[in-house]
């Protein structure tokens, strides 16, 4: 079966601080890993993905993940957390299937 | 750049009314699919599709029904709405290969009083 966790509800960081939201993973095949985020009222929007290849993926407004297959982790990361990365981040995965399995997400608070 | 639209936004439904929640996607996606969100739950899939005529349960279809006559489309529809049923609902789509993220709409929020 294919899982996702997402262990912490809450992460808060300062303003330019670094942040990481972390996510691991269970499949039984070769994950295909994304993350995405939600502003309030608005539908998720697509970060990165990672498919294969280099372990760390960078994706849009500076972000980048890391993949690491011995730990099944794909933990979210920004070198320097700006007010307006505060939402809903949601880890999902994806094997050959037709589903996407998501976690429960985890609320950014970036605190000016 | 319309992407996944969803309508209406918002709703109020009584118990035991029926409704249909419309997505329409203009990218040529063959696989569509639709979402609750609940509060601290994260989305669980209803029903998907992988192209027109073809539909799949997901982890929570009961209560729901949905169609695919074309591409674009692919609405929701609640029978005999329960206090159960009220979440938010996404639409998303997808081209089919695994690799390929999902687009999705910017919900349906629904009330069953």
């Known amino acids: 079966a294919q899982s996702v966790a997402q262990p912490e509800d809450q992460v808060n960081v300062a303003e330019g601080n670094p942040l990481t939201v972390k996510c691991t993973y269970s499949?039984?095949?070769?994950?295909?890993l994304f993350w995405y985020v939600q502003y309030p009222n608005r539908g998720l929007q697509f970060l990165l993905k990672?498919?294969?290849?280099?372990?760390l993926v960078k994706g849009s407004y500076g972000f980048e993940a890391e993949f690491n297959k011995s730990q099944t982790s794909f933990h979210l990361k920004k070198p320097s957390a700006l007010v307006s990365d505060s939402a809903l981040y949601f880890c999902?995965?994806?094997?050959?299937?037709?589903?996407?399995?998501f976690g429960t997400g985890t609320s950014l608070t970036v605190i000016p | 750049n319309a992407g996944v639209t969803q309508t209406p936004k918002f709703r109020i439904l009584k118990i035991g009314q029926s409704m249909t929640l419309q997505c329409a996607q203009d990218?040529?996606?063959?696989?569509m699919y639709w979402y609750r969100q609940d509060p601290g739950m994260g989305l669980k899939l209803i029903y998907y599709?992988?192209?027109?005529?073809?539909?799949d349960k997901g982890e929570v279809p009961n209560g729901y029904n949905v169609s695919r006559s074309t591409t674009e489309d692919f609405p929701l529809r609640l029978e005999l709405a329960a206090p159960s049923q009220t979440s938010v609902y996404f639409c998303?789509?997808?081209?089919?290969?695994?690799?390929?993220?999902?687009?999705f709409g910017d919900g349906t929020r629904l009330s069953i009083l």
């Open positions: 998303a789509s997808s081209q089919g290969s695994s690799n390929q993220p999902q687009h």
């Open positions: 499949v039984s095949g070769n994950p295909y």
């Open positions: 990672y498919i294969t290849g280099d372990n």
């Open positions: 999902a995965v994806r094997e050959t299937g037709n589903q996407f399995y």
């Open positions: 990218m040529n996606h063959n696989y």
């Open positions: 599709s992988v192209g027109a005529g073809i539909t």
